[in-house]
């Protein structure tokens, strides 16, 4: 009985071991198509909206929309990363300045992007010579809280003044595309609604024109 029992629980064990490798599998691939997908749009933007590529007398408004918004993302992200450099400098975590390029690199990338570079810092504060749980924790937290006021309060005023958007129209905006289309849809949520507003602004419809002026002013003010 003892033999059948062991290998029974071996079985199992293998059994479990397999599936749960399986899905760390299937997570991790799709993480990387999601990724991969972001930086490719992103990319492609940047080499699509660049002035030289286009002649000087074709003007698109959506091309400037794209621009302004890339200008603006930029923006915030370089004022998120100042703060989290100076955050970091105040904690005396080491390689401030590789965190900071990190940060400024993942923060195009919402979500995920914050949360690697937000756990980026840790495994060095664990193995500094006053490396505690706590001072872990510590910076985890700061980080967190940084990330999180920028991305509620800084970056809605950056992209609504220089998109002419409402600041509610962008977070709902992030909020729909992501849920659409995960980590390229938060990517590319406000150039989106932005064309999409654009498009709304050239119909000649009553209907059209409150929509647009929905998105202009949501609370109806």
Not at 72 to 83: A, G, R, Y
Not at 127 to 139: F, K, N, Y
Request: glycine share 6%; aromatic share 10%; charged share 15%.
């Amino acid at each position: 009985m003892k033999p059948d029992s062991s290998s029974l629980d071996l079985g199992k064990i293998a059994s479990e071991l397999k599936s749960f490798m399986l899905d760390a599998t299937n997570s991790l691939l799709a993480f990387a198509e999601g990724a991969a997908l972001c930086i490719l749009m992103f990319v492609f933007c940047l080499i699509a909206m660049l002035p030289e590529i286009h002649k000087e007398g074709n003007k698109s408004p959506v091309k400037a929309l794209v621009q302004r918004y890339l200008a603006c993302k930029t923006l915030s992200s370089f004022i998120v990363t100042v703060f989290v450099m100076i955050a970091l400098h105040i904690m005396k975590v080491p390689l401030v300045a590789v965190f900071g390029a990190l940060t400024f690199v993942m923060n195009f990338i919402p979500n995920l992007g914050s949360l690697v570079a937000i756990l980026a810092p840790v495994p060095f504060v664990w193995l500094g010579e006053d490396g505690t749980l706590a001072r872990c924790i510590l910076v985890v937290v700061v980080q967190l809280l940084v990330h999180n006021f920028a991305g509620s309060t800084i970056e809605p005023q950056i992209m609504s003044q220089g998109l002419d958007m409402h600041p509610l129209t962008i977070v709902v905006a992030l909020l729909f595309w992501s849920s659409v289309w995960g980590i390229a849809g938060a990517i590319l949520s406000v150039p989106i609604t932005c064309v999409f507003r654009l498009w709304l602004g050239q119909i000649d419809d009553s209907r059209a024109r409150k929509v647009y002026a929905l998105f202009d002013s949501p609370l109806g003010s």
